[in-house]
């Protein structure tokens, strides 16, 4: 059962371009975090939101969790190549965190 | 401050044989995860351990087994291994009570 769906799977953009990542669901979590993998590596944590309607920004990236602490999505400001890879969201219920499917950002130059 | 270590980094295993992944959770955290990406794929979770015992499990065999040192550190053992078990898995760690986990590079297994 995947908790978690993500919008867009895969996302192909130039250089520049803004774009916004969905993470939704019908179940509540304490808190959803955000992560970028590379190839072959680890996801590397980009934030953790905890309060229903947080916004937070790291440099072009904008972070938001829903009223109801169902959905959060993630923005993007003039996309850049470095910004490709894997996003993944993860939500957190008691000790257990559960992952959405992933969406497959390509930034072209 | 070392962030989360696994070894090795790659695995070649045919069916049927035995694998065992190890994880050193990163310097204070005391509960470590391990999850199983296939490629393309979200992690899933396989199990938590806090204290030294299994404290939650997802939806995977008996054959996924593991077990946490007094030092935190961790392994992921897997029996009788099959083709579907070809995968990337991750090993998390955090500090108990805080939501926050970070992960480590990962062990790729393939299965022949």
Known sequence: TQLL???PQFLSIQEGENLTVYCNSSSVFSSLQWYRQEPGEGPVLLVTVVTGGEVKKLKRLTFQFGDARKDSSLHITAAQPGDTGLYLCAGAQGNQFYFG???SLTVIP | DAGVTQSPTHLIKTRGQQVTLRCSPKSGHDTVSWYQQALGQGPQFIFQYYEE??????NFPDRFSGHQFPNYSSELNVNALLLGDSALYLCASRLTGVET???GPGTRLLVL
């Open chain 2, 53 to 58: 015992e299994e404290r939650q499990r997802g």
């Open chain 1, 5 to 7: 769906e993500q919008s």
């Open chain 1, 101 to 103: 499917t992933g969406t």
């Open chain 2, 101 to 103: 986990q970070y992960f």
